[in-house]
């Protein structure tokens, strides 16, 4: 049977909650290099690598303002939160692990007129970087 095809509800979720309308999803895995990692004159990099293959995730979404009440609030601040992501080039579809958030923005898009025919929108992006 094929894998299925990534949706919405199985490209990014947090603490269980499948977060909506993902605009632009980048994954990477980052080494975290120590404060002895240096380059010399010659351009030599010498390299103290405490922690290899960290998840990281940057998220964009475009949303209605109820829609970004879940993003939010499933993004809590300075909390660590259960991530399952949508994870190319580890062998499996998906990876789950813990991260915190950083870099949380909100831009209004478009806000609803004095007449109410159109809806607020909104640009969210944040980083989720693994513990």
Not at 7 to 25: C, M, W
Not at 39 to 50: K, L
Not at 68 to 80: P, R
Not at 104 to 120: D, H, P
């Amino acid at each position: 049977m094929p894998e299925p095809t990534p949706t919405v509800s199985n490209i990014l979720s947090v603490n269980g909650t499948a977060l909506p309308k993902i605009r632009e999803y980048h994954f990477t895995l980052e080494d975290i290099d120590g404060d002895n990692s240096t380059r010399t004159e010659a351009g030599v990099m010498h390299r103290e690598v405490i922690r290899e293959n960290v998840y990281h995730a940057s998220v964009v979404h475009i949303c209605t303002e109820t829609e970004m009440e879940t993003i939010c609030g499933a993004l809590k601040a300075d909390a660590i939160v259960e991530v399952e992501a949508l994870c190319p080039g580890k062998g499996n579809p998906t990876a789950i692990f813990n991260a915190y958030v950083s870099k949380l923005e909100a831009q209004l898009v478009l806000y609803e007129n004095q007449a109410g025919n159109t809806e607020s929108w909104w640009q969210i992006s944040y980083q989720l970087i693994e513990v």
